[in-house]
């Protein structure tokens, strides 16, 4: 079963604007990853935050995670229109099973 | 980072007939290999687990007769589906990770969109 949710499950901003999702999850983490997926392809991994960091950048995104709430935030600065995606969360738990399991996603719209 | 190959990306099949996914680790060995599968517009659900060298644990409700898979080589997983049906249908993507050696990353193939007709 998924272990995260997701929300917005989709979101519709206009470019320029800023874009943030939330990610919730169930069980104690090794760390947690988000990854993009364009409509009918495969995944884009954007970036990973251990369990014991807080926030992490890279470029336009932001990342923050807090362990005490069981969930992260990714946020997306300036968007443009090619952020159009689906955007996953993904725990990768602190388990000798160390499958990685999905959230719901949020679909992503950026309006030109 | 560490390239999965998934081949094929694209395949169509009648009815009834089986299909063979192939999932290569390219440049690290993939000690533990991972099954799922996404329907159209909604998330990637696991279907299975599976370990060089080892049968494969499955997921609640994957049916291991329907969906074959072998793990016999550290670079490459198979999942094979059986006697495919339309309902099949969907988009299916392998990751692999490498544990020998304590935690790492794991890595996505680009994943295999199924038509069964």
């Known amino acids: 079963s998924q272990q995260g949710e997701e929300d917005p499950q989709a979101l519709s901003i206009q470019e320029g604007e800023n874009a943030t999702m939330n990610c919730s999850y169930k069980?104690?983490?090794?760390?947690l990853q988000w990854y993009r997926q364009n409509s009918g392809r495969g995944l884009v991994h954007l970036i990973l935050?251990?369990?014991?960091?807080r926030e992490k950048h890279s470029g336009r995104l932001r990342v923050t995670l807090d362990t005490s709430k069981k969930s992260s935030s990714l946020l997306i600065t300036a968007s443009w229109a090619a952020d159009t995606a689906s955007y996953f969360c993904?725990?990768?738990?602190?388990?000798?099973?160390?499958?990685?399991?999905f959230g719901s996603g949020t679909r992503l719209s950026i309006r030109p | 980072g560490a390239v999965v190959s998934q081949h094929p990306s694209r395949v169509i099949c009648k009815s009834g007939t089986s299909v063979k996914i192939e999932c290569r680790s390219l440049?690290?060995?993939?000690?533990?290999m991972f099954w799922y599968r996404q329907f159209p517009k909604k998330s990637l659900m696991l279907m299975a687990t599976?370990?060089?060298?080892?049968?494969?644990?499955?997921e609640q409700g994957v049916e291991k007769d329907k969906f074959l898979i072998n793990h016999a080589s550290l670079t490459l997983s198979t999942l094979t589906v059986t006697s495919a049906h339309p309902e099949d249908s969907s988009f299916y993507i392998c990751?692999?990770?490498?544990?020998?050696?304590?935690?790492?990353?794991?890595?996505f193939g680009q994943g295999t969109r199924l038509t069964v007709v």
């Open positions: 069980t104690s983490i090794n760390n």
């Open positions: 935050i251990r369990s014991n960091e």
């Open positions: 599976s370990n060089e060298g080892s049968k494969a644990t499955y």
């Open positions: 440049d690290f060995q993939a000690t533990t």
């Open positions: 993904a725990t990768d738990p602190y388990s000798s099973a160390s499958k990685i399991i």
């Open positions: 990751s692999a990770r490498d544990l020998a050696g304590g935690y790492t990353e794991a890595f």
